[in-house]
C-alpha cells in the first residue's frame, strides 16, 4: 500500500456574524440554527482532503456572539502525491466554499503537529459596544441592532462602571459571574482578568448618516488567558446595573465574594448582540 503521509497543520484566524448561528461550536445539522464550525467543516470537505477535517476552535463563542478574529488549527492529509496547500490555497479554498455565509478566514499558517489553538492560547480580548442614548429599541439603527447593545433608563454614569470594573481586575474566583452548564464541575471557577476598559467608540459605521443623533457607542474591553461561560456578559450587565445606579460601585465586589452563581441579579446578564471576540493571542 502507498505510504499514507503526516497530515499538515494550521492555525487559521476567522471571522464571522454571529446572528444567524447556535454558536461557533459544531451542532446536529437538523436544527434550525447550526454552529459555525459545520460551515467551517463542510467548506473544508470541499477541498477533498484524504480524511475528514475537524476544526479545533480557540474560543467557544455563543448564540448571536461575534469574532473579530476566532482561531482554529485542522489537520489536512491530502492524497498521495498531493503537496500540502499553501497558506494562501487554504485561505482562499476556504473563503470560495464559504460563501455566501457571513464567515470569513482571515489568515493561515502551518504550525508544528503539537500546536493546540485552544490550549496554547496567550490570551483572548473581547469587546462589548454599548449604544447609549435610545430612549426606545426603535432608535437603534437597523444596521446596529444586531451589533451593539442599547440599555433602557438613560445616560449611564459611566465614572461610577470604572470604579466597579476596577473589583473585577486581578485574579479572582468568578463563580457568581459565570452561567452554568456541563463543563462547570470540572473547571475551576478562578480566572485573572488582565484588562477592563471602559472607553467611547467611534460612532457606527453609517453614522454621519444617522439624523437624530444624540447617539454614542462606548466599548467595554476584557482581556484573560480564557473566560467562564458567560462570564463577559455577566460582567457588563453587572456595570451597566451600576452605571443606571441600580448597583453601587462595591456590590460588584460583594457578588465577588459571594462566589455562587445564584447571587448573580436577576436579568442582568447583557445580551449577546454586542459582544465581540476581538482577537486570540499565542
Not at 471571522?15 to 444567524?20: A, D
Request: glycine residues 6%; positive net charge; proline residues 7%.
Amino acid at each position: 500500500p502507498a505510504m499514507v503521509g503526516a497530515p499538515a497543520r494550521y492555525l487559521v484566524f476567522f471571522q464571522y456574524l454571529g446572528t444567524r448561528y447556535s454558536g461557533v461550536m459544531e451542532t446536529k445539522s437538523d436544527q434550525a440554527l447550526v454552529g459555525v464550525q459545520n460551515y467551517l467543516e463542510k467548506a473544508a470537505q470541499n477541498l477533498r482532503p484524504s480524511a475528514p477535517i475537524k476544526f479545533h476552535i480557540s474560543s467557544r463563542t455563543d448564540t448571536g456572539v461575534h469574532a473579530l478574529a476566532n482561531a482554529a488549527h485542522l489537520d489536512i492529509l491530502r492524497a498521495p502525491g498531493k503537496a500540502a496547500f499553501s497558506e494562501k490555497q487554504l485561505v482562499q479554498g476556504l473563503n470560495y466554499h464559504l460563501k455566501p455565509e457571513p464567515i470569513c478566514i482571515l489568515s493561515a499558517q502551518r504550525v508544528p503537529g503539537t500546536f493546540h489553538a485552544r490550549f496554547c492560547a496567550l490570551s483572548r480580548t473581547y469587546i462589548y459596544r454599548l449604544l447609549l442614548g435610545c430612549a426606545h429599541y426603535s432608535q437603534i439603527p437597523v444596521f446596529e441592532r444586531d451589533l451593539c447593545w442599547a440599555p433602557a433608563g438613560g445616560p449611564l454614569d459611566v465614572p461610577a462602571m470604572r470604579e466597579a470594573a476596577k473589583s473585577l481586575l486581578g485574579t479572582h474566583d468568578f463563580s457568581t459571574f459565570r452561567s452554568l452548564n456541563s463543563e462547570t464541575p470540572f473547571q475551576s471557577p478562578v480566572r485573572t482578568l488582565l484588562q477592563v476598559e471602559i472607553q467611547p467608540a467611534p460612532l457606527g459605521f453609517l453614522s454621519h448618516h444617522y439624523k437624530h443623533r444624540e447617539l454614542e457607542f462606548w466599548e467595554v474591553k476584557f482581556k484573560s488567558k480564557a473566560f467562564l461561560y458567560r462570564q463577559v456578559r455577566r460582567m457588563v450587565g453587572a456595570l451597566v446595573a451600576v452605571g443606571q445606579g441600580k448597583l453601587a460601585p462595591q456590590d460588584i465586589q460583594e457578588l465577588l465574594e459571594a462566589k455562587d452563581s445564584r447571587a448573580f441579579p436577576p436579568h442582568a446578564m447583557a445580551p449577546p448582540s454586542g459582544l465581540f471576540l476581538k482577537c486570540v493571542e499565542y
